[in-house]
């Protein structure tokens, strides 16, 4: 069944409490939280975005990661925020983030992760047990690829619109892969390299900084 956007909104809210309350805490600095904020907001007015409210914040966490739930919410953590080099780069990670939003993948992977639990559709389900599947989605499984690639797409062009350069998501990227040992980020995504290759044959409008991508990979 369809999730209308003011039932993901409300199944978002839950699962943003549940985050707060078993998984995360919220990082104890307004300033950094300001400016997050601001930068994930000019995206948004940006990019051609849903109707829906979008926030993000930063969570407490070493891991390098950032991810997104139904209803508009985007976090980064901490350990994320340590390993940009640059504005261009968190706004390249929030940009992709915003993308899966906008094209609607944690909502779609929530339905999934229902039909997987063999309830057959949503309709009927209580707000709550869709808010624990939801909950389930952000922190335990694995991130499916056609997304990603989807996400790398749209999160390029909402980087573009807004002013920042596209190849500062490949030179994030590369710092991750460079490092002694694999962040979160990129256990469950495709390498680097794949997702340029995918989005060069994907938008012919961005061959040119994909290009320029692909030989800054290989070096």
């Known amino acids: 069944s369809n ?25 104890n600095n307004n300033r950094v939280q300001s400016y997050v904020e601001r930068i994930g907001q000019r995206l948004v007015e940006a990019s051609d975005s849903r109707d829906i409210p979008f926030k993000f914040q930063v969570v407490e966490s070493e891991a390098v990661n950032a991810f ?3 209803g508009g919410y985007v976090y980064v953590t901490t350990g ?15 940009a992709h983030e915003i993308s899966h939003i ?18 057959a559709e949503t309709a009927n389900v209580e707000t709550s047990r869709l808010a624990q599947i939801g909950y389930q989605v952000a922190v335990e499984l694995p991130r499916s690829r056609d997304f990603e690639y989807a996400a790398d797409e749209g999160g390029l062009e909402i980087l573009r619109q807004a002013g920042y350069p596209t190849i500062a998501f490949v ?9 002694s040992a694999t962040p979160e980020f990129l256990r469950t995504h495709p390498t680097s390299a794949n997702r340029i290759e995918e989005l060069r044959n994907q938008d012919d409008q961005i061959a040119e900084d994909i290009e320029i991508l692909r030989r800054t990979l290989q070096g």
Do not use: C, M, W
């Open 3 to 27: 999730i209308s956007d003011a039932e993901e909104i409300q199944i978002g809210r839950r699962i943003h409490r549940q985050l707060l309350n078993q998984q995360y805490e919220l990082y």
């Open 68 to 70: 997104a739930i139904p």
């Open 80 to 94: 994320l925020l340590r390993a940009v080099e640059n504005e261009a780069q968190l706004a390249s990670v929030l």
């Open 102 to 119: 906008n094209k609607r993948h944690s909502v779609e992977a929530l339905k999934r992760a229902t039909l997987a639990q063999g309830i």
């Open 171 to 179: 030179n994030f990227l590369e710092i991750l892969e460079s490092s």
